[in-house]
């Protein structure tokens, strides 16, 4: 019986070591693709978001060995990047979020991985802001609005879907400093077209 049991925990210790090196690999490339999506660099972003992929169906198949492990923060880290990198790529490319069904996401790490994603588009609006792209910075926060509406929808305890009133309170956060980035910037472009129409007064 001795035996049996070492050789159960023995599996279950490589089968973590395992799941830890896979999630490790899907969260690295899910970083790298959001990076290069930010520089606008396609190929980069491509190529990482399809070693993610490769990663989380190894990650699967190791996992159906103990299938507990699907639940595990280690399972549902790697599919929250994975997620938040795909929700990124389907909002510049198509304008669309894509689905937990298209993604093949189970609906906990998906939710988790569009609050963080409210987050990207933060990013993105004050780079847009920087570069005076003002109107396309607000069509953003538009996005960052709907965003925080539905997550608001979810309104469960911790038993059920654990911190997502954090993340609520996360994505309300960076919304409204986006917001008021967003105020600043179109005062300042509205002060600058003032003077420059009284410049073009006094020049006549």
């Known amino acids: 019986m001795l035996e049996r049991m070492r050789r159960h925990f023995d599996g279950q210790e490589k089968l973590r070591e395992q799941v830890l090196e896979l999630s490790r690999r899907v969260i690295r490339a899910s970083a790298r693709a959001i990076a290069a999506m930010h520089r606008d660099d396609t190929a980069v972003a491509g190529e990482m978001l399809d070693e993610a992929r490769a990663g989380l169906v190894e990650l699967k198949k190791a996992v159906k060995v103990d299938p507990l492990w699907m639940d595990s923060g280690t399972v549902h880290s790697a599919q929250q990047e994975y997620c938040e990198a795909k929700l990124l790529e389907g909002f510049?490319?198509?304008?669309?979020?894509?689905?937990?069904?298209?993604?093949?996401?189970?609906?906990?790490?998906?939710?988790?991985?569009?609050a963080d994603f409210s987050g990207e588009l933060r990013r993105r609006a004050l780079d847009l802001i920087r570069t005076d792209k003002v109107s396309e910075a607000e069509r953003l926060l538009k996005t960052m609005e709907d965003v925080h509406e539905f997550l608001m929808g979810f309104d469960y305890p911790d038993a059920i879907l654990p911190g997502m009133k954090r993340r609520q309170d996360m994505v309300r956060g960076v919304l409204e400093k986006t917001r008021g980035?967003?105020?600043t910037a179109l005062r300042q472009q509205k002060l600058e077209r003032a003077l420059?129409?009284?410049k073009r007064k006094v020049a006549k």
């Open 196 to 198: 420059e129409h009284a």
């Open 92 to 114: 510049l490319k198509r304008g669309r979020l894509s689905t937990p069904e298209e993604l093949k996401i189970p609906y906990q790490p998906y939710l988790a991985g569009m």
């Open 181 to 183: 980035d967003l105020t």
